[in-house]
């Protein structure tokens, strides 16, 4: 399967490990000399309309890509997410 470098932003990335959707391809990391695409690069969820900007970004190593299909990415990572409410009491508590 051939695919160009524009053809990945309009992929979803969906983790298989808890099957939560991560969002869109925003960037790849390319080690330029050989043209190996390293890493994909997804961007957290935007924070209150987009205006406090965003969260966390993914990066997600070539090797935990387990399939690029027409329309998503497939990966196997397991990621620690973050209760938002939790974080919220340690920063009262401080």
Do not use: T
């Not at 390319?30 to 969820?45: F, L, S, T």
């Not at 387990?66 to 497939?74: C, N, Y």
């Amino acid at each position: 399967m051939q695919c160009r470098i524009r053809d990945f932003r309009c992929k979803e990335v969906i983790n298989v490990c808890d099957g939560c959707r991560l969002g869109y391809v925003s960037d790849l990391d390319v080690r330029v000399p050989e043209g190996q695409v390293v890493a994909i690069i997804v961007y957290g969820p935007g924070r209150f309309f987009g205006l406090f900007g965003r969260g966390e970004e993914f990066y997600i190593p070539w090797e935990c890509i387990q399939r690029i299909g027409d329309d998503i990415i497939l990966i196997d990572k397991p990621f620690q997410r973050r209760d938002p409410r939790l974080e919220r009491k340690r920063r009262k508590r401080c």
